[in-house]
Every structure is written in C-alpha cells, then in structure tokens.
C-alpha cells in the first residue's frame, strides 16, 4: 500500500544544509519521492511511497527535538506520483518574497493569524454571519475548488501576494474576521502574519488546510469542488459528490482536469475537459498549429 505524506513545521533551524542532507539520505534509504524545502524558518514537503517506509520516515523525522511537533498529514497516493526526490535549502519554505517580515520561534510562527480547527470554523460562522474567507492558493487552484463565496486573490504565484495586499483592494475587509486557507496550511502561516502586518486585525488561518477540512466534513460542509495537488494526480476529491467548478477552456463545460498545453515550449496549465483533450490539446489555436497544425480547419 502507498500513500503520500503532506507536512510542515515553522521553527528556528541554525544549519538548514545539514538538515537538508540528513533528510534526502533518510528518503533515499527509504524508496522515498517528494519535494521538502529547508529554510532558517523551518520544513515544508510532501513525500510519497510505501507505507512502511513513511512511516519508518515519520519516526525518524520526529527523532529530531524541532520537528517533534510536526502533524502529518496523510493523503491517497504513491510516491510516482512524483517524478523524482528534491530536497533543496531556501531563503522561504514559501516563496512569498517576505523572509524579512516572517519571524518564528520554537512555537511557530510570531504574531500570525489565529489557528481555527474545521469544528472551531463552523462555530465561528454560526455566531458571525461577516466572516469572509481569503484563499491563500493561487487563482489557478481557487478555479476547480474553493470555500463558498470565498475571495480569491488574483494572484499567479505566492509572491504576487505582497503587491496586491498593499494595492488597497481589500482594504474594507481589514475590520471584520478573515479565515485565510490553502491545501495544507503552510501558506497561511505565512499570509495571515502579512495580513496582520498590514492592518488586518481579526485574521485566522484554517489548521491543516482544506487537506484536513475535506477529511472531516467532505462534500458536506462548506468547502466546494475539488482540491488542486502539485503532483501527478493533478487534483482530489473528497467524495463521488463532489463538484466541477472549472470551466473547459474550449467549450466551457464544466470539469476539474487540468493538463500542459500540448506545445511543449508554452506548456501552459489548462483546464480543458476529456472530450476536448482528444481533439485540442493546445491552449489556443497558434499552440495548436505548432503542436498539431492537421487538426487546424482546412488541413
């Protein structure tokens, strides 16, 4: 059996190369794929494999005093769901362009959003009817899943985040209660300090992500359509029920598939349906004539 691992930890580390050898040696004896990224403000991976081995790895990860307080998270997948194992040190273990905002000590993060159970969350909206959800994840993830009536940044990377907090557009939600989320959490640990350091003054942040509130509630609270995952499954749902929200780049029907436009030096994501895939595989009709100019009209 295979699963695979979603993880992270905000916490001072004084030699992150070291942490970094230590952590690709372990995941290489144990036949283990992923991406953990090593920063002076903690860890941050998601690896997949055999379920001995993570186990095996979870043991020996939590061996280490700063990591003892991680929470993994365990998802359906195998570990080729990766192509490869890479484990590399940087500045952020998210790259939001903020390193100098963000301080953590052993307890995580410094003066960030309050953390919000999936139970503590429906409490919250049962006693406010102004709460508001802020999706932490880019606007490409947000378009095949997100909160209901969530406000979805129109951000392409983690680090268009900072222009657009300072760009005043949601400058009207600084005095009422802001839920920050995303897939496992570890944006929000991040975005909820930026917010809070622009003047947002009741923001929280959803602990364990969407990633732990679809394991609770699934299809049957108030999170909607399907979770967008960076490896090769592509997306997830938490139930048969669950929803559609994107729309085909081609015929607009509804569907959550995203794949690389077909001409590999744009490459870019598209949400296309299974139907079109077949017959237009490109992102547009220049694409289309690179990658398969006979299935242009008139050829």
Same mark, same amino acid.
């Given at each position: 059996m295979q699963k695979i691992l979603l993880y992270y930890i905000f916490t001072p580390?004084?030699?992150?190369?070291?942490?970094?050898l230590w952590q690709r040696t372990l995941c290489e004896s144990l036949g283990l794929r992923g991406r953990i990224i090593i920063s002076p403000h903690g860890l941050n991976g998601t690896?997949?494999?055999?379920?001995?081995?993570?186990? !095996?790895? @979870?043991?020996?990860?939590? =061996?280490?005093?700063? *990591?003892?307080?991680?929470?993994?998270?365990?998802?359906?997948?195998?570990?080729?769901?990766?192509?490869?194992?890479?484990?590399?040190v940087r500045d952020e273990v998210v790259s939001f362009g903020a390193a100098d905002e963000l301080q953590v000590d052993e307890t995580g993060?410094?003066?960030?959003?309050?953390?919000?159970?999936?139970?503590?969350?429906?409490?919250?909206?049962a006693t406010r009817d102004d709460v508001v959800f802020f999706d932490?994840?880019?606007?490409?993830?947000?378009a095949i899943g997100a909160f209901?009536? !969530?406000? @979805?940044?129109?951000?392409? =990377?983690?680090?268009? *985040?900072?222009?657009e907090l300072d760009s005043g557009k949601y400058d009207h939600l600084?005095?009422?209660?802001?839920?920050?989320?995303?897939?496992?959490?570890?944006?929000?640990?991040?975005?909820?300090?930026?917010?809070?350091?622009?003047g947002f003054r009741d923001v929280y942040q959803l602990d364990g992500g969407i990633v732990t509130y679809g394991k609770q509630f699934g299809d049957d609270g108030l999170w909607e359509g399907s979770l967008y995952v960076f490896d090769g499954r592509g997306s997830v749902r938490f139930s048969d029920a669950s929803k559609d929200m994107g729309a085909c780049i081609h015929c607009q029907?509804?569907?959550?598939?995203?794949?690389?436009?077909?001409?590999?030096s744009c490459n870019k994501r598209m949400l296309v349906c299974d139907s079109c895939q077949l017959h237009n595989p490109a992102c547009s009709l220049a694409c289309l004539a690179v990658c398969l100019p006979e299935s242009l009209p008139g050829n």
């Open positions: 580390l004084a030699d992150p190369e070291a942490i970094r690896v997949g494999g055999e379920l001995k081995a993570l186990k !095996a790895y @979870v043991r020996a990860t939590k =061996t280490y005093l700063p *990591f003892k307080a991680i929470t993994f998270k365990w998802s359906d997948g195998q570990g080729n769901d990766f192509p490869k194992l890479s484990v590399k993060v410094v003066a960030g959003g309050k953390h919000l159970t999936p139970q503590a969350l429906h409490q919250l909206m932490g994840r880019n606007a490409h993830e947000a209901k009536n !969530a406000v @979805v940044p129109d951000v392409s =990377t983690s680090k268009d *985040f900072i222009p600084k005095d009422k209660p802001v839920v920050t989320y995303c897939t496992g959490g570890v944006r929000c640990e991040v975005l909820s300090r930026l917010m809070k350091r622009r029907a509804a569907t959550s598939n995203y794949e690389n436009c077909a001409n590999q």
